[in-house]
């Protein structure tokens, strides 16, 4: 696919670190640091060894999960999954519903066991929730009710034992970052599904993880809300630099904010294909009403359908399995 990209993965290395430093100072600027530098990313960043001079962040090596159920059966629900995410890397995950995408992705966090392989964080293995490395941000809405958007940002840097006035300078600095500053004394039944979610992105990045693990963050929201977030999300990753695995079941969220799309197979969920986003940063919405949005988008599609049918055919079979009893 030609599209004129030129390949100067070093200059955006460089502009990331400069923003995390930023940001971890508190030198952010309401107005977004970079606003328009042309990020250019490699067109192609395959799975190792493709010239991309950015570290290897997380990797997995033929990770595999399986579940005891109730009644004693066993659920293979990932398996053999080994793959590289690069430093300031936007991956996502999208595959048939219970294909293991979100059981792929605690295992990254650490939130779950793996029954075979191994993941790795910056070279050292994760065998548990880390925290002050990893960040999450779930579908259901995770603030705590009886607590301020304030007093819910600072969370993570209070378990960390940051003292107060630092504590809350910081989360005003990310809840900034995502637009929110204004309401930092309301309490979250005041705010919309979409206000909740960015503060739980704020709240996240609040301690600097080296990767958020975002699992169907915008599930629960409205079509047009996902679609305004979804360029939000956009514009604190360019910021921040953060590195992101996002699982999601829209087409259009991967595309528009992906490098990479991990297509997983059916149960037992591994990686089917990777499908490459080599469009521009930042992206605007005209890319997302451009034929290589399209082209993209479309096989995605056709990867997935496919395994959307052998999911539901296998499902159909273990509730007739289930039902002879
Ligand atoms: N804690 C658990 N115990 C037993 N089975 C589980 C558990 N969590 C998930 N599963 C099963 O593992 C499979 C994958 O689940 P999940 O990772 O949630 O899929 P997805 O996120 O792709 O919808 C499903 O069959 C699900 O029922
Ligand atoms: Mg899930």
New binding site residues.
Partial sequence: MALGLRHHPGRHLATSRRLRRSLAHGRTRSKPVIQSTNIERSDVPTQTGDGDPRPVILRAENVSVS?Q?ASGSR?D?VREVSLDIREGEFVSII?P???????LLRAFGGLTRTSGGSVLLQGDPVTRPKPDKIGFVFQDYTLFPWRSVLANTVMGLQFRGVDRREREATARRYLELVGLDWCADSFPAELSGGMQQRVAIARALTTDPAVLLMDEPFGALDEQTRTLLGGELAGIVEKTGKTVLL?THSLAEAVFLSDRILVMSA?P?CIKEIVQVPAERPRTEEFLTSALFDEIRAKVFASLIEEVHRQAQANEESRRAAQRG
């Fill in positions: 579940y159920s659920v629900a595959g519903s219970g294909c293991g995408k979100s059981t699982v149960r969920g």
